[in-house]
Nanobody, 114 residues
Framework: QVQLVESGGGLAQPGGSLRLSCETS????????MGWYRQAPGKQREFVAS???????NYADSVKGRFAISRDNASKMTYLQMNNLKPEDTAIYYC????????WGQGTQVTVSS
């Protein structure tokens, strides 16, 4: 069974940086598109970024130019480099594997505050 485990969340100051990691386990395959979503308190979960097996990326307008998604197919890791963080980036960040099957991680908290 495929499992995704996120890490790297925490507290950052406005203008600071964090790097999130997502480890895929339970499978020898790692060819599905991968991505990140986030959910702020009282809001719906929203798309942040995605990357295909070939490295094509897509970003939400709110993070373009500040966030960068990448993947290492050899180690089955997906990353989200977050720069110039803003208070509105505060949310739980979830790693997602596009299906089939669709798989979600448990989430990691990111808080941006001075």
């Amino acid at each position: 069974q495929v499992q995704l485990v996120e890490s790297g969340g925490g507290l950052a100051q406005p203008g600071g940086s964090l790097r999130l990691s997502c480890e895929t386990s339970g499978t020898d395959l790692y060819s599905n598109p991968m991505g990140w979503y986030r959910q702020a308190p009282g809001k719906q979960r929203e798309f942040v970024a995605s990357v295909t097996n070939g490295g094509l990326t897509n970003y939400a307008d709110s993070v373009k130019g500040r966030f960068a998604i990448s993947r290492d197919n050899a180690s089955k890791m997906t990353y989200l480099q977050m720069n110039n963080l803003k208070p509105e980036d505060t949310a739980i960040y979830y790693c997602r594997q596009w299906g089939p099957p669709v798989v979600w991680g448990q989430g990691t908290q990111v808080t941006v505050s001075s």
